[in-house]
């Protein structure tokens, strides 16, 4: 168990969270009571989403939804969680051309692995830049679970790091 890991365990055990998994379960109305989380974890994504993702699109397979909009502006309306795929690679991605693998100390290699930076000053743009798109990553739904919020702050994120970059589409 790595370092990460067990500070996440520490911490959320303190703060008497439930981990399952190596998810957080909160109170609330859409998560489980602890005598309720076997049928929770016996649930698939038909339960909620009607269906499993079943729509193989450019080696990926994802739910047959289709975005509103063109909102990575590459010019054709796809499935909403390869438009955010496609935001996300604005940012990183395995050409080495993302936003935050061309700032002057670059936050990722050119294959999209994470770089330390142990010298130097990083902006506040660019310290958010690198805590949203590992939030969305690591959530690894694309989107799916709340486009709207996924695609607004990713917009922002790029918004943020290249102004020029159409956010007009953003979702309401």
Do not use: W
Not at 62 to 73: E, T
């Amino acid at each position: 168990m790595s370092v990460k890991t067990r500070i996440f365990i520490t911490i959320a055990t303190a703060l008497g969270l439930e981990i399952v998994f190596g998810i957080i379960l909160l109170t609330g109305a859409c998560s489980p009571k602890s005598d309720e989380l076997a049928t929770f974890m016996s649930l698939d994504c038909t339960s909620c989403h009607g269906s499993t993702p079943d729509f193989p699109v450019k080696g990926d397979t994802v739910f047959n939804k289709l975005a509103a909009a063109v909102y990575n502006n590459d010019g054709k309306v796809e499935p909403l969680q390869l438009e955010v795929k496609g935001l996300l690679s604005v940012l990183v991605n395995e050409k080495g051309s993302g936003l935050l693998q061309r700032v002057p100390q670059p936050l990722y290699d050119a294959r999209g692995n994470r770089v330390v930076v142990k010298t130097g000053t990083k902006s506040a743009k660019e310290i958010a830049a690198v805590y949203n798109y590992t939030f969305f990553v690591e959530d690894r739904s694309l989107g799916i679970h709340n486009a709207s919020y996924t695609i607004q702050v990713l917009y922002d994120t790029i918004e943020s790091l290249n102004p020029s970059f159409d956010v007009s589409k953003r979702p309401i």
